[in-house]
């Protein structure tokens, strides 16, 4: 699903490169849910923009679903986001204009995927997300867990072949980030959708089969 | 579903859209205003020409097809030869002297004359000429200026004291006596034009042809001709200016739209970084951006051809003289308008989002 070897990122920043990844090695199987954790500056999050497309690598090799992210344009790393892969963030990121059940239409929209009717399977992880009744709020009138579970909802709503969540209960207290995880736990088990989870949190790294430590740019180990 | 994305961003900020609309709205105001008063001007002149009565009229040689000063002068003798024409049953001359508005004339007029070609002026107050310096003036001029029987006004130059004031429709808004005219600003037996009026409607032809063979260098027109060429084209001023408000409004529409849309951009990093975390290319975000433009200039015309029945109550108000007409055949222009300077203004902002790094974008607070 994931085959990762010797990646590296460099950013410019003025006259200073700055190396975020310095050869990062991982393989993660379809249908597995792996947590990564590390501390501020380890390459986690680089290592979560590039699997999602948002950035390109530097070199080495990535490999998601068969296809090689080293090699892909702006626009084919704009179809990889549309198609194959779902984001959760710490902070919801749900549009404030719209209400929930539209903030997981614009996905299927952008997908170009509005005009088929919802799936049975989606339906279904609705009433999992336990948000079906609150699908015509705003995301302001919803609560921290409500929005992180809107946003579950919209990153799996096109079927991506990966989920990456970061820092998910980032922003949620003990009985919400306990939900949301359960929640992704769910996902993994029944739908066996693959998952990547950063977090700081290990209680909620423990939700995951396999947790990979990362430290100044390289996995570490596996825990 | 973009549509709604759209409206609700436009309603998610009502303030800054409502100031939007109503910034665009105001300039496709002053060009409606603008264009509909000079159309009701010039209308209200055809509509007072006709108000003479005369059927054909004639100007000096070398005079402008349409002029609305008298600068060029006829000899009075021209007019005794003018009625000694077959089918000729009436002519009058008229001296025009300008009184510093861009269409107002004070004329000069023999009132018998003139009573016996339009069938006379209806009094409002006061009635025809006692002093040499009287004035008759109509009801708008004489709203407009506060004046009432015993009023004394300065207008071009000399002091005049009003002995009428009549309802408005006929040649001019400020009428003298032709001799004191004269004295004041011409010579004695000059007229700026010749009101003819012919026995039957069916030998105006046939006056006119003749009168051209007596006076081949005069500009000779029926009075269908000349209220036809009384219109904005036939007065390149008048065009100009029009075209430049035009320029000013599609830049100050522009401006207006890029302000909003800039900000707009700015307040909305983090979503538009969400879109691009979706998926969104950079021609949907920018479809997006143009779509809100757009919508903004749509409700900004409306509320600018709203607005022009507001401006036209004002000016029936404060500035009777002018007559300012609704122009519906300008609304789909000034839509237009609206809409190239909304694009416009919104490309820019448009094009800064669509570039936005998806990364910054999502970490901006």
Known sequence: MIEIQGLTKVYHVGDTDVHALRGVDLSVARGEFVAIIGPSGSGKSTLFHILGGLTPPTSGSVHLDGRDLLAMTDSERTHLRKTSVGFVFQKYNLLPTLTAADNIEIARHIAGRNNEPHDLQFKETLRMLGIADRLNHKPRALSGGEQQRVAIARAIVNHPALLLADEPTGNLDTENSNAVLSVLRDLNDRLKQTILMITHNPEAAAFAHRIIKMRDGRVERAV | ???????????????????????????????????????????????????????????????????????????????????????????????????????????????????????????????????????????????????????????????????????????????????????????????????????????????????????????????????????????????????????????????????????????????????????????????????????????????????????????????????????????WRALLIALTAAILGALYPGLKAARQDAIEALAYD
């Open chain 2, 1 to 331: 579903m973009i549509h709604r994305l759209v409206f609700e961003n436009l309603k998610h900020r009502p303030v800054q859209t409502l100031l939007s609309a109503i910034g665009i709205g105001v300039s496709i105001t002053m060009i409606l205003t603008l264009v509909g008063v000079s159309r009701g001007t010039l209308g209200d002149i055809q509509e007072r020409s006709r108000g003479t009565g005369a059927d054909i009229l004639i100007r000096p040689p070398n005079s402008a097809a349409l002029s609305l000063s008298g600068n060029m002068k006829l000899g009075d003798k021209l007019v005794l030869k003018v009625r000694e024409q077959p089918h000729v049953a009436l002519a009058t001359g008229i001296l025009m002297q300008s009184a510093g508005d861009l269409f107002d004339n004070i004329d000069g007029i023999n009132l018998a004359e003139f009573n016996q070609m339009s069938g006379g002026f209806r009094y409002l107050e006061g009635g025809p000429f006692q002093r040499p310096d009287d004035m008759i003036v109509d009801e708008d001029y004489a709203r407009s200026k506060n004046l009432h029987v015993g009023s004394e006004v300065t207008s071009a130059g000399p002091r005049w004291h009003i002995s009428g004031v009549v309802e408005p429709g006929k040649l001019a808004r400020m009428f003298a006596q032709i001799d004191t005219m004269r004295e004041k600003y011409s010579e004695p037996g000059e007229v700026s034009v010749i009101y003819v009026k012919v026995d039957d409607a069916a030998n105006i032809p046939s006056v006119l042809e003749n009168l051209r063979q007596i006076m081949p260098d005069h500009k000779i027109f029926t009075m269908q001709e000349y209220t036809d060429r009384v219109s904005v084209n036939s007065i390149p001023l008048l065009k100009n200016f029009t075209n430049v408000v035009i320029v000013l409004t599609v830049i100050w529409g522009l401006l207006v739209v890029f302000q909003t849309m800039y900000t707009a951009v700015l307040q909305r990093t983090r979503e538009i970084g969400i879109l691009k975390a979706l998926g969104a290319s950079p021609g949907y975000i920018l479809g997006v951006l143009l779509r809100e433009a757009v919508l903004l200039a749509v409700v900004g015309a409306i509320a600018g051809i709203l607005m022009t029945f507001g401006t036209r109550a004002l000016m029936h108000r404060f500035v009777p003289t002018l007559t300012q007409a609704i122009v519906p055949d300008w609304w």
